[in-house]
């Protein structure tokens, strides 16, 4: 057995582990099942949801914020951060005022966004878009400083136009730190989505989880938050993949 | 008698600074938003003129208004910061502390970094009820992330000399914790610390806004419901100095204790 396959029967052998110890408590009575559903029973629920539910469609609406979130961060991030490494004085000054709104409790305002786009995914992507851009205008700012300027002499030595010296030097030089600033940006764009939905019960998964609370549905609570954390972990893995695969 | 007026090129200068592009900022926002507000030329009811945003900011920090619900979100954040620290710290120097541990548990606890905390809320709400405890749950357990992986973070710098040193003079398991791992780890641990005290904030004001008794998340969703918009802008406002505030105390206090700690980034969102 290899080493990471001993590692990973480790890890799976905790998770089930738990997940035994919670249907015994459950099933042997130790714990209501008014606080707590047998994880039999959440799986099923979930099954019964995914199969004859709405959970495909929910999580459809969930990826389309998260992409349509990721497409404006990409967009408006690369611009500014190109802006911001073009004009340096103004990239020193705002990068501190980035950093700043970055780490401030932001999402608290959501009640602006919904009475500014209504109750409505529109105002999820909004703010959502707001914690992909940071990272996305933050990683391309440095990226383009980190170009290494010996590849912008040999360009210049070689009598490169401006904008062959953007495409064959800059463009893939800046990409792999670009990419990570994307990968970053996804996952926080992923917390948000889901984190709103939940708290503004619009959209998707999260509305999913939600609505199962005001309905104290046991069971329903414990596999749409089952759901909410598969997609989360699904979601960092395919990430994880992807950029070891971009990096090859 | 007035002085002889500024060199304009002095002027701009000082405008052509980091600072001065920052402060000039921030200026025109509230001009353009001043300006808005006053004239009503986009969405009235959404923009509320600067003036009365702070005449409300002004009457929160006068008055004691605001004060139920203050003591509400300070007992779930202090609360919640102290669980995390409790938990998180013992927890980041044992699974730090073995290699073999550290591989098992680390890419479960990164995994488990991802998922919004907020979507825990409904359990903590069956097991908790709706008062201050389950706001703490969630605050505690976003800030339980942060702290304890950057302990772990810090575990992986401890040179493996001083741990080799304390058991060749015969120190237990927790002589070595608190005198070898503590002591070399405290900037990390600090950083983590106060990064878990910004997701704190965000976990219990967030699981406020969405069921709660008290708690100023509590009172900007009711303002919203009230759709007294002028007073959800300045309590928001205050919510961010009041955090700022603490960010920056914790961060001179850490500072002074471990200069490591300074070099620590901000949070993002731990949430």
């Known amino acids: 057995m290899s080493e990471s396959t001993r590692l990973a029967a480790w890890r799976l052998g905790i998770i089930v582990g738990a997940l035994l110890i919670v249907e015994a408590s459950v099933r042997g009575g130790w714990i209501s099942t008014f606080f707590l559903a047998a994880p039999t029973r959440a799986a099923l629920v979930f099954w019964q949801q995914l199969t004859y539910g709405n959970a495909l469609l929910l999580t459809s609406i969930t990826l389309c914020e998260i992409a349509a979130c990721l497409v404006i961060a990409a967009v408006f991030g690369v611009l500014a951060g190109f802006f911001l490494w073009r004009h340096k004085l103004i990239g020193t000054s705002y990068e501190m005022l980035l950093a700043a709104l970055f780490s401030s409790p932001v999402i608290l305002a959501y009640p602006i966004f919904l009475v500014t786009f209504g109750r409505t995914s529109a105002a999820v992507i909004a703010l959502s878009s707001i914690f992909g851009l940071i990272p996305i205008i933050m990683n391309t700012r440095s990226a383009f400083q980190n170009v290494n300027p010996i590849l912008l002499q040999v360009g210049a030595s070689m009598n490169l136009t401006r904008r062959q010296l953007f495409r064959h030097i800059l463009i893939p030089a800046v990409a792999p730190a670009i990419f990570s600033g994307f990968r970053l940006a996804l996952t926080y764009i992923l917390k948000s989505v889901l984190g709103l939905e939940y708290v503004a019960q619009v959209g998707g998964v999260g509305m999913w989880l939600s609505d199962a609370a005001y309905k104290f549905e046991v069971e329903e609570v414990y596999a749409g938050l089952f759901g909410t954390i598969a997609l989360s972990i699904l979601f960092l893995y395919l990430i994880n993949r992807s950029e070891r695969w971009f990096r090859k | ?271």
């Open chain 2, 1 to 271: 008698m007035a002085g002889p007026p500024p060199n304009r090129s002095a002027i701009a200068a000082k405008i052509q600074t980091p600072f001065g592009i920052r402060a000039l900022t921030l200026l025109g926002v509230v001009v353009i938003w001043e300006f808005i507000g006053r004239a009503g030329l986009l969405f009235p009811e959404l923009f509320p003129s600067v003036t009365e945003i702070l005449q409300s900011l002004w009457t929160y920090v006068t008055t004691p208004v605001m004060l139920p619900h203050l003591k509400a979100s300070l007992y779930e954040v202090g609360g919640a910061i102290a669980i995390a620290a409790v938990s998180g710290v013992p927890l980041g120097i044992l699974w730090g502390s073995k290699k073999s541990w550290l591989e098992i548990v680390e890419p479960l606890i990164l995994y488990a970094a991802v998922v919004p905390k907020i979507v825990i809320f409904p359990v903590f709400i069956l097991f908790l009820g709706i008062d201050v405890h389950s706001k703490l749950a969630v605050g505690a357990i976003a800030a339980f992330f942060p702290i304890s992986l950057l302990t772990i973070a810090g575990m992986r710098e401890v040179k493996k000399v001083y741990v080799d040193v304390a058991r060749t003079i015969g120190a237990s398991p927790l002589q070595i914790a608190m005198n070898v791992y503590l002591p070399a780890i405290a900037g990390q641990v600090f950083t983590g610390i106060r990064i878990g005290l910004g997701a704190a904030v965000t976990g219990a004001l967030l699981a406020e806004t969405k069921v709660a008794k008290a708690g100023l998340g509590f009172m900007i969703v009711e303002y919203y419901g009230q759709f007294r918009i002028a007073d959800m802008y300045s309590l928001l406002l205050f919510i961010f100095i009041l955090a700022s505030l603490a960010n920056w105390a914790m961060k001179s206090v850490f500072g002074f204790l471990s200069p490591v700690s300074r070099q620590g980034g901000d949070a993002g969102m731990y949430f």
